[in-house]
């Protein structure tokens, strides 16, 4: 499992373009029959990828830095297919996850376990820290709570479903969906946004190989820009206002974890105070 280190905004400012690739996006989370995670000391998420091949199942292993005998000893997760389709089985009992299904494991669950029905079948996990145990909810394609936003002239028509809030899903920290932009829009997250009380993270799926997300980060007065290829993921400080720009049209799995889970406690960043 890879670490990563909390940055403050006065670091982020002086980064150079490698520096804040290596310490805020995270590009190969995916590779075939393996699970990889990602620990980053912002709000001591971990971001996993599993890509079990048919008939090789993979099983969610417990990294020697949580000092559990389980994964979920402590944490809860977030798990959704992104791509191909499988099942996930949570101590003996199998879910069924076609691509954009959504799977909520919460704390003391002993054993995960990753199956491929197609070749090519990825899993995206987000775990946090849980208080306490509340139930395995599996969430289908299409469920959820959906907001349509944004207007055809500012290129930025988007549906917003919400896999996991408070109000369908009793989770301890995470809140989870999924935000797809219609054919002609390209912006994501814009008006843009910060929240002191909650770290981001997005993953970028459903871009073509040639096509890549302009994601800006950073305090809004001294903005800072990745480009970002398909199935990778950014980190968002709480601190660091997340939004992007596409060469064509997308979708994104955007995962919280903090403080708290009022979906609406954001703080408004103008377009003209960017810069």
Same mark, same amino acid.
């Given at each position: 499992m890879e670490n990563r280190y909390a940055h403050s905004p006065e670091e982020v400012a002086t980064m150079t373009t490698a520096q804040l690739r290596a310490n805020f996006l995270v590009t190969d989370l995916f &590779?075939? @029959? +393996? =699970? #990889?995670? =990602?620990?980053t000391h912002q709000d001591r998420v971990i971001l996993g990828g599993a890509e079990p091949l048919p008939g090789a199942p993979l099983t969610l292993p417990t990294p020697d830095e949580l000092r559990a005998e389980h994964f979920l000893d402590r944490r809860e997760a977030a798990i959704l297919c992104i791509a191909g389709a499988g099942t996930v089985t949570a101590d003996g009992t199998s879910y069924d996850m076609p691509k954009e299904a959504c799977l909520y494991v919460g704390r003391g669950v002993e054993s995960v376990e990753f199956t491929a029905t197609q070749p090519g079948t990825r899993f995206y996990f987000f775990s946090a820290p849980a208080h306490t145990a509340y139930p395995t909810t599996h969430i289908q394609p299409g469920e959820g709570d959906v907001r349509h936003l944004g207007e055809v002239a500012q290129c930025n028509v988007r549906t917003l479903n919400r896999l996991i809030i408070p109000e369908n =899903? +009793?989770?301890? &920290?995470?809140e989870i969906g999924l935000t797809r932009l219609v054919e002609g829009s390209v912006w994501n997250s814009m008006p843009a946004h910060t929240h002191e009380r909650r770290m981001e993270c997005y993953l970028y799926i459903d871009l073509g190989p040639d096509d890549r997300v302009v994601h800006i980060m950073g305090k809004p007065d001294e903005s800072r820009h990745m480009l970002v290829a398909n199935h990778q993921v950014t980190i968002a400080p709480d601190w660091s206002l997340h939004c @992007? =720009? @596409?060469?064509? #049209?997308?979708a994104f799995i955007w995962a919280m974890a903090g403080e708290n889970q009022d979906? !609406? !406690?954001m703080d408004p960043v103008p377009i003209t105070a960017i810069s």
């Open positions: &590779q075939a @029959g +393996k =699970v #990889n995670m =990602v620990y =899903v +009793k989770t301890c &920290q995470i @992007g =720009v @596409g060469t064509s #049209n997308y979906f !609406d !406690d």
